[in-house]
């Protein structure tokens, strides 16, 4: 019988698996490695000493700096910057917003209480019409003398410094928004509506007329038409159609 034959009689220790990494660059750290020394030709070749562990360790995967796919590129403390910055402009517009809307609320307030003011001060003042009225009246029929004059003239100083302002008088423009008027006449005189009679006269405060004027209004009458001029006397025809002769004596002779 023939015997088994076997592959690995006749041969040798196996040689360990050497694997040297030529890269130029370390792919742990990233860096240019040195270059090797070259090798002197008169040496020969030289054998590398067996390493303990033939088979070289597998290289680690590089890690990327960059950020991956879908990753932000921005840092945490720039995003936390950013917040607060953007948080701070809310801040401030809503700030900013709140004092416009303070101080449009303190003019309406300014507003609405001089408004309060001026409409009990010409309430007041209303009530005090009748009394200046019979002051006028007494005026004018010689009445007001003495201490009651004196009295009338504070009373009627004091209520014009406070924004008292009497009209209508004769020779004003008539205007319906001030005057009322009770009575109508015409007259050529006039170039148009005008006040020539005052019943009683108005008052304004301030703005706010209290009391429109009773007057009498006078409008425009225009003139009577031009007489037509006369016309000249008739004229005698001809006679035998000759024309006559204004101051020329006929002789009889020659007729």
């Known amino acids: ?46 054998h590398a000493a067996p390493s303990e562990d033939p088979v070289a360790p ?4 590089a890690t990327h700096a960059g950020p991956g796919l879908g990753d932000s590129i921005m840092d945490d403390s720039v995003m ?14 809503d700030l900013q917003r709140l004092q416009a809307e303070y101080a449009n609320y303190r003019k309406r307030v300014d507003r609405d209480r ?7 001060k010409a309430a007041v003042v209303g009530d005090l019409l009748p009394l200046l ?18 009295v009338g003239e504070k009373l009627v100083g004091s209520l014009q ?19 009322e008027a009770v009575q109508h006449s015409t007259s050529p005189d006039v170039a148009g509506p005008t006040v020539t009679t005052v019943m009683r ?12 004027a009773l007057v009498g209004v006078t409008d425009h009458e225009p003139g009577a038409a031009p007489a037509p001029e006369a016309q000249a006397a008739p004229v005698d025809p ?16 020659n007729r």
């Open 238 to 253: 001809p006679v035998g159609g000759e024309l006559p002769l204004d101051g020329e004596l006929f002789d009889e002779n």
């Open 114 to 120: 001089e408004q309060v003011v001026a409409a009990a």
């Open 1 to 46: 019988m023939t015997g088994r034959y076997d592959e690995t009689e006749g041969r040798g220790p196996e040689e360990p698996v050497v694997v040297r990494d030529q890269r130029r660059i370390d792919p742990l750290t990233g860096e240019v490695r040195p270059a090797a020394p070259a090798a002197d030709p008169q040496d020969g070749p030289k």
């Open 201 to 212: 006269r108005g008052y304004r405060f301030g703005e706010r007329v209290l009391r429109a």
């Open 133 to 150: 009225d019979d002051l006028e009246r007494a005026e004018q029929h010689g009445d007001l003398t003495g201490a009651f004059k004196a």
């Open 161 to 179: 410094r406070s924004g008292l302002e009497p009209f209508g008088a004769e020779g004003e423009a008539f205007d319906p928004s001030v005057h």
């Open 80 to 93: 936390v910057a950013t917040g607060l910055e953007k948080e701070l402009a809310e801040r401030t517009a």
């Open 58 to 61: 597998a290289p680690e995967p």
